[in-house]
């Protein structure tokens, strides 16, 4: 049986550090409407704390449970789910998207150019440039952690350029180990069409570690 509201709201902040996310977690549309007005501001501070700008067209946010937990919900607001097997459903669609909790760090970086000629004629390389996105740990110029994008698509979104790409970071254990420790990261692209490295700020790095168990 699905979540009564109450117990969601109850469990919130339990469920964005959770080692795993169940179908069960998800209200049904109904359920979930009633809730979501109450929650919307936070769930906008919440992405807000994880997001920056990489330059003026593109922006990415790092996901944690509780982005993702909002995602599906969204998905079954707009589908209108009400049945325990459709929303299960729609769960395991959205489920690889979740990080691990261990080594991996995950992020949606969306390219947003409002002017559709300009955006036709950036898009294809600067959907290239997904794929060359990274983070550095600070102190140690070989120290980067490159990007795998789109890994759960065939083309990985390289034959039909998109605007929403999906990023996984996998840390080994010593880099994992020193983001915990307090080393400062930075989130950078090398791509010709975006070469920007921005450091993550105190409040976004400690987010992070939060995502870790720190």
């Not at 998800?26 to 994880?50: K, N, P, V």
């Not at 996901?63 to 993702?68: A, K, L, N, S």
């Not at 995950?106 to 294809?124: G, H, K, S, V, Y």
């Amino acid at each position: 049986m699905l979540q009564p509201a109450a117990a969601y709201a109850e469990n919130a902040r339990h469920r964005a550090g959770a080692a795993r996310l169940r179908s069960t977690d998800l209200l049904g549309a109904r359920a979930w409407t009633a809730l979501r007005a109450q929650s919307i501001e936070a769930a906008r501070q919440h992405r807000r704390g994880r997001t920056i700008e990489l330059d003026a067209r593109m922006r990415l946010q790092f996901e944690d449970h509780e982005t993702i937990l909002w995602q599906m919900q969204e998905v079954v607001r707009i589908e209108r789910l009400e049945c325990p097997l459709g929303i299960a459903q729609e769960f395991e669609h959205y489920a690889h998207l979740l990080p691990d909790g261990e080594t991996t760090l995950c992020a949606t970086l969306f390219i947003e150019i409002p002017d559709a000629e300009q955006r036709n004629a950036e898009l294809p390389a600067l959907a290239e440039a997904a794929h060359r996105c990274y983070l550095r740990l600070a102190g140690a110029a070989t120290d980067v952690i490159g990007a795998r994008a789109n890994a759960d698509l065939p083309d990985a979104h390289l034959g039909r350029p998109s605007a929403v790409h999906f990023l996984r970071f996998d840390l080994s254990p010593r880099q994992r180990d020193a983001l915990l420790a307090g080393t400062p990261m930075a989130v950078g692209c090398d791509h010709p069409a975006c070469r920007v490295e921005r450091p993550l700020a105190s409040s976004m790095l400690a987010a992070l570690r939060r995502d870790f168990g720190g």
